[in-house]
């Protein structure tokens, strides 16, 4: 069924009876072409690529809990294109291509909205960094300007401004990022990949996979063996331990990353905004709470959720550059599970066992790739070649040393991110 | 979430720092070869469940401790001394 305005208008009149379930059920098939294991918003976003681009239909998703039911669900729904390194600034820039068409390529109101994501600095050098990475993203072909002080003030002007700590010496606004309904992005593809055929099959863990002479030919699940041509791996946090199912130790330590949300309130912060001095980011979600987070906890976890460390540096940001949203009182934190490399950027890339294939290490910037990581792994799986946008995010570059893409300049070294 | 130091006894989670790991105490020889260093540098088991990690406390005694980890509840197994792991 497809949504338009008459729909609304006649199920509004008629008691909303006549809504469908928005995807089939279906029970595995013995044998597909591919089969994706992980049904979040990257293995979704792929099959419908795969579908929809390349007409290839006969594909399974093996999601071994529910839709969208890991960290599609648990982010913070930004959406930005403001990395500076090549590598990375052609890929995400081609994501926020996608996201902007979206919502008609998919029929369904994925709530983007293109509100302005606002950096801030605090130092001569942090200024400096701003100009450089902003010169860099304009020529890629995104937007990107520098704010003076005064420009930040009369865009958000309930920041602290009098405080000599952190003084904010400007900012760098894209006026394009903003944020996306998150569980909306996950079910428009899920809605999608299943309509074109794909076969979305949940309760379903993958226990193993088959490999025959470096090549490989199916899985085992908990629902019985599937034959495929193809496997491709898109498990995130999980990565590590799919990844071992087909005997390969990935570069992945997996991290938690918490966020918060508050209650309700009138609507009062417009953008999306980061302080420079701290690590704290906060937007303003359409049902009123304020989602806000911070940096790692820094030590592996699978728990799904943080320790009271990290939370209190995050409400000391908040304090800091926000003093009023003291007023406001959290209602929920929670904590996703990060697949983090040594470099900070992602892989997508073949590995040595043929037909697999590996998704991965989207540290805690993986809401915004969802669209150009599925298209991008899609053309991967289906050509056998990589994407032009995602052409360095190679398996070996911590091998070789070669293509690394460390943005925060830290050093290509676990922990480190 | 604490971890009971050998030499200090239960502290705060922020007395200490993280490195990853154990793993990381067996070292490659002096002219190992490339996939090994590869190995050692980047790639991890990155269990999830029992872990055994390379912690550091360095707001205390300033011990190199390997501690025992649950990953998926955060419950602390062990720790012990990593001069005495590593001999």
Redesign the interface.
Known sequence: MRFNALQILKQGLTGNRGWAPQWRNPEPKPEYDIVLIGGGGHGLSTAYYLAKKHGLTNIAVLEKGYLGGGNVGRNTTIVRANYFLEGNSQFYSHSLGLWENLEQELNYNVMLSQRGQLMLCHSDGQRDAFARRGNAIVNQGDDAELLSPEGVRALVPYLDYEQLRFPIYGGLLQRRAGSARHDAVAWGYARGADRLGVDLIQQCEVTGIDIENGAVRGVQTTRGSIRAKKVAMVAAG?S??VA?MAGM??????HVLQAFVTEGLKPCIDHVISFGMGHFYISQSDKGGLVFGGDLD??????QRG?L?MKEHVMEAAMTLMPMIGKARVLRSWGGIMDMT?DGSPIIDRTDTKGLYLNCGWCYGGFKAVPASGDCFAHLIATDQPHEAASRYRLDR??TGYGLMDEEGTGA???LH | MRITCPLCGARDLREFSVTGSAALLNRPEEGAELPEWDDYLHNRDNPAGPSDELWYHSGGCGAWLVVRRDTTSHAVLDVRLASEQKT
């Open positions: 999980r590590g331990q071992a130790r990935l570069p992945v330590e997996s820094f030590y592996p976890s699978y728990a320790n460390p040594p911590f091998k070294q676990h922990n």
